[in-house]
């Protein structure tokens, strides 16, 4: 009787932990992480329409200003290349990243609050601000005529933001250095390429870029590896002494659709961005353009490139498990 009593009270026991456990992961994965890494579908019923509810408020966002497109786009590239895609691009304070120069004129913050104000009634405490950006970005490329990919999904918000740690690729990098740059966050060089070609869609702010057009490396003239028609062009709308916060589109005659007219620019040195255009001189980096823009085989189809290198970008140093949190605004942390 005692020997079979203690073999009840063991098996009870056991039952009891192993529902303990079950519960604790539960939660643990309701709150987004559980340790694991993101997938396509990660939500489930928990929030059926998560990817509905995002796509509404970006479209709206998008219609009201168009410019939230490639704002939106550079915001969720910004958050991912510091301290991984974790949403600190998204926290509000006096040093956070928002603080930080290359951050300060980002657009699209409100297109993410609003998003996450609404999952918040639909699935509280369930949707991450950095799945939320995520989500975001790809609505911004089909709603200026992209393509779109499939979206893994389960990142935690990170609780660090500091503006001391924007270190961007920046608009004057040789192809050299944006190439270790990528490489440093497992991104190769089709990867570089591809996404550099999301400047299909926004602008450049005049102050960045005149010095080229008009006094490239103090010399008093514009930089000799631009193509000479294109040149007056910027120049009348970047005046020398103009307002330093006008904008000069980065993809010359396409800048609201999303297509290879960017990286055709490029080819004919008719881009802004120094950065951007030392890509064609590059023996790798040419080549990979001229497959995109099917001049070379095996060629390579931009939009569906531009989802793949999205997807490995989004995945750079997410956090999961304990590493962070979902927020329930996300401009603050819990």
């Keep these: 009787m005692g020997r079979g009593y203690n073999l009840l009270f063991i098996l009870v026991t056991f ?24 997938r396509v579908g990660y939500y489930g019923n928990r929030c059926r329409n998560v990817e509905s509810i995002v796509a509404s408020v970006v479209r709206a966002h998008v219609r009201s200003n168009p410019a939230n497109a490639p704002g939106i786009l550079r915001m969720h590239f910004h958050d991912c290349f510091v ?18 120069v290359p951050n300060r004129s980002l657009r699209g913050f409100e297109a993410i609050e609003e998003a996450k104000a609404r999952l918040e009634v639909a699935c ?60 440093a966050k497992t991104l190769n060089t089709i990867d570089l390429v591809t996404l550099v070609g999301g400047h299909t869609i926004g602008t450049a702010g005049c102050g960045l870029v005149r010095g080229r057009f008009f006094n490239f ?10 193509n000479p ?16 916060s006008a904008r000069v589109d980065l993809d010359d005659g396409s800048v609201g659709r999303f297509d290879t007219s960017f990286l055709r620019n490029v080819r004919s040195s008719r881009v802004v961005l120094q ?57 603050r942390i819990n």
């Design 275 to 331: 950065s951007d255009l030392v890509l064609w001189r590059d023996p790798e980096t040419r080549a990979i353009i001229e497959r995109l823009l099917g001049l070379r085989r095996p060629s390579l189809r931009f939009g569906t490139e531009f989802g793949k290198s999205m997807v490995k970008m989004s995945l750079i140093d997410v956090k999961t498990g304990s590493d962070g949190e979902i927020r329930r605004v996300c401009s």
């Design 83 to 100: 301290r991984g895609c974790d949403g600190s691009v998204l926290l509000a304070g006096d040093t956070s990243e928002r603080t930080a």
């Design 124 to 183: 509280p405490r369930t949707v991450s601000c950095a799945d939320i950006l995520t989500l975001a970005a790809r609505e911004a490329v089909v709603l200026t005529g992209g393509q779109g990919w499939r979206v893994p999904l389960g990142r935690l918000d990170g609780r660090i933001s500091q503006a001391s740690d924007v270190i961007l690729p920046g608009p004057f990098d040789p192809v050299d250095k944006q190439k270790r740059d990528f490489a």
């Design 229 to 244: 028609r294109f040149v007056p062009l910027v120049q009348n709308r970047c005046p020398l002494t103009g307002d330093a």
């Design 15 to 38: 039952l009891v932990l192993v529902a303990a456990v079950t519960a604790q992961g539960n939660r643990g994965s309701s709150r987004g992480g559980g340790g694991r890494r993101p």
């Design 217 to 226: 490396n103090g010399t008093g003239q514009p930089d000799p590896s631009i």
